[in-house]
């Protein structure tokens, strides 16, 4: 089993909150990525990161930030979350640059709901 | 056009049929093929793995790659209750350092006993 944690695993919250879905890797993997999935759809890269102090923005629009301090540890952040920000957020990690199998390891997700 | 086409199903099946899942491509650059299963209220946890074409089997699961066709499967024998779950496809290109995965929407299986 994948070593890659998500806090909260469910989270209701106002508009207008301030929020931080948590993701940590215990693997030492240099490449981290959050992902939206909502029911039916595809899995959308919305950030990465290839290590420390590296982050980018996916295809995705997303109005979320994230940051990249330590190796283990990747947190988004909802400056003033929304109803449409409502979905689930995954979090994964990869060790290889790239290279052959590239396996990314998922963690369970955050079930994010803005009324 | 998306990059990546899956029927989202539902698929019903009984406990001992066989599965096909399949997913299309359009994207020629595409080398590496993977298959993810996601049960309820889990992340998404690699199932099968392929690279460039042909056939790879694993227990009761076998993966099929068609780049001339740009056509990707996924089949279970002799399916069980447990093999209940989302299974998505998933697609990388060579030139990818990032090691981005494009991915189809999941298809919903249910095998009941």
């Known amino acids: 089993e994948a070593d890659i944690y998500q806090t909260p695993r469910y989270l209701v919250i106002g508009t207008g909150k301030k929020i931080t879905l948590e993701c940590s890797q215990t693997m030492g993997h240099d490449k981290m990525y959050w992902y939206q999935q909502d029911p039916g759809m595809e899995l959308h890269l919305i950030h990465y990161s290839y290590g420390v102090n590296s982050t980018e923005k996916g295809d995705l629009s997303s109005e979320s930030t994230v940051s990249r301090i330590r190796t283990e540890h990747f947190p988004l952040t909802l400056e003033s979350a929304r109803p449409s920000h409502t979905s689930q957020y995954l979090c994964?990690?990869?060790?290889?640059?790239?290279?052959?199998?590239?396996?990314?390891?998922f963690g369970p997700g955050t079930r994010l709901t803005v009324t | 056009q998306k990059e990546v086409e899956q029927d989202p199903g539902p698929l019903s099946v009984p406990e001992g049929a066989i599965v096909s899942l399949n997913c299309t491509y359009s994207n020629s650059a595409f080398q590496y093929f993977m298959w993810y299963r996601q049960y309820s209220r889990k992340g998404p946890e690699l199932l099968m793995y392929t690279y460039s074409s042909g056939n790879k089997e694993d227990g009761r699961f076998t993966a099929q790659v068609d780049k001339s066709s740009k056509y990707i499967s996924l089949f279970i024998r002799d399916s069980q209750p447990s093999d209940s779950a989302t299974y998505l496809c998933?697609?990388?290109?060579?030139?990818?350092?990032?090691?981005?995965?494009?991915f189809g929407r999941g298809t919903q299986l249910t095998v009941w006993p």
């Open positions: 994964a990690s990869s060790e290889f640059p790239g290279q052959g199998t590239d396996e990314q390891y």
């Open positions: 998933a697609m990388k290109d060579r030139g990818s350092t990032l090691g981005r995965l494009y």
